[in-house]
T-cell receptor, first 114, second 112 residues
Framework: DAGVIQSPRHEVTEMGQEVTLRCKPI?????LFWYRQTMMRGLELLIY????????DSGMPEDRFSAKMPNASFSTLKIQPSEPRDSAVYFC????????????FGQGTRLTVV | GDSVTQMEGPVTLSEEAFLTINCTYT??????LFWYVQYPGEGLQLLLK?????DKGSNKGFEATYRKETTSFHLEKGSVQVSDSAVYFC???????????FGQGTRLTINP
């Protein structure tokens, strides 16, 4: 398996624009997680899904953020409108479930909002 | 709630030195414990894990032992290399739960 695949690797956008980050989890994994990493706040869990259903979105910072998982092999994290303080590295991770909790991370999307 | 506390960094060592990065946790029951490593510009990679008390996880010369009595999972390596320079994260998953709780990370720099 190629691992968790995220796209794009880098995104530069202007304030106010919509940004969509994409993730393909490892095939067969039941759980998908979205994290945000910044120098100030470290690694934050934004939302996670189990079998495509959102389980906990308490980490989503505000209504400008939304996440979907339309099928087992694809998820998106959308920011609309984007703001400079959203600049961060966004990671997607997946885990097998069934008692196996170790998560496997993608390489991340570095988002810069100017 | 569940939490993980790591020793503050950054940590700077010379090549071939002995490494310890402390990690303690707070959680009910018997969590699973993990160490992840993040190299510059990359995502987190699972380094090792332990799922029950007294288990020792090991990988690439790194070791950590699950100590229930001291709620600790310290990372050790006997002789570090320049290529070990990275950020190291300790994490736990509560028994019966899937999400991971991470520590704040410890930046390690190894000088030749």
């Amino acid at each position: 398996d190629a691992g968790v695949i995220q796209s794009p690797r880098h995104e530069v956008t202007e304030m106010g624009q919509e940004v969509t980050l994409r993730c393909k989890p490892i095939s067969g994994h039941d759980y998908l997680f979205w994290y945000r990493q910044t120098m100030m706040r470290g690694l934050e869990l934004l939302i996670y899904f189990n079998n495509n259903v959102p389980i906990d979105d308490s980490g989503m910072p505000e209504d400008r953020f939304s996440a979907k998982m339309p099928n087992a092999s694809f998820s998106t994290l959308k920011i609309q409108p984007s703001e400079p303080r959203d600049s961060a590295v966004y990671f997607c991770a997946s885990s097998l479930g069934q008692g196996r909790t170790e998560a496997f991370f993608g390489q991340g999307t570095r988002l810069t909002v100017v | 709630g569940d939490s993980v506390t790591q020793m503050e960094g950054p940590v700077t060592l010379s090549e071939e030195a002995f490494l310890t990065i402390n990690c303690t946790y707070t959680a009910t029951g018997y969590p699973s414990l993990f160490w992840y490593v993040q190299y510059p510009g990359e995502g987190l990679q699972l380094l090792l894990k332990a799922t029950k008390a007294d288990d020792k996880g090991s990988n690439k010369g790194f070791e950590a032992t699950y100590r229930k009595e001291t709620t600790s999972f310290h990372l050790e390596k006997g002789s570090v290399q320049v290529s070990d320079s990275a950020v190291y994260f300790c994490a736990l998953s509560r028994q019966g739960a899937q999400k991971l709780v991470f520590g704040q990370g410890t930046r390690l720099t190894i000088n030749p």
